[in-house]
């Protein structure tokens, strides 16, 4: 990173979705180890070894650890730039390569626009969480506007 922690002056995570993810990895986790322990209970016609059985529930918990890579995003904007930290990258935009901010109508997440028609999404900032995604979008506007001037001092067309 080449900002310090404390130069970050938004911080943005998503809300609803950690609720959700958190509940899914749980019942996967518990579906799994559920599973496992009755492998041999009963007669199918197929022996279930031991092994098998903690395969299961070793399964449940990497299939959970990838439903919480959903918790991961994360939207930290500073005098550096702006660090987008979505499911699986982590980027940090510098300020003279942002063209904007915006949230395109029926747009599941924010975007930060980058020049000639480019687009980095921000997963931090969504439309589910409804109050939280409108607070955030208008202190990340705020803070463009303060390092980005200039893009706020565009002409006026007629």
């Known amino acids: 990173m080449t900002a310090s922690v404390e130069s970050w002056e938004l911080d943005v995570r998503p809300q609803r979705v950690k609720y959700v993810a958190y509940a899914a990895a749980a019942v996967i986790v518990v579906v799994h180890v559920t599973v496992g322990a009755l492998l041999k209970i009963g007669r199918t016609g197929v022996i279930f070894q031991t092994s098998d059985q ?7 918990v990497i ?19 702006i660090s987008v930290r979505n499911i699986l990258s982590d980027k940090l935009i510098p300020w003279a390569d942002v063209a ?17 028609d480019e687009y980095v999404p921000a997963m931090a900032i969504q439309s589910i969480d409804k109050a939280h995604a409108v607070d955030a979008m208008d202190t990340l506007r705020a803070l463009v506007v303060r390092y980005r001037p200039d893009l706020s001092s565009a002409p006026a067309s007629s």
């Open 54 to 60: 903690i395969a299961m529930a070793v399964l449940g």
């Open 63 to 81: 299939l959970a650890g990838l439903v919480l890579l959903f918790t991961r995003p994360r939207l930290r904007v500073g005098s550096a730039g």
């Open 100 to 116: 904007g901010v915006s949230f395109p109508l029926g747009a599941r997440w924010a975007r930060i626009d980058l020049p000639d």
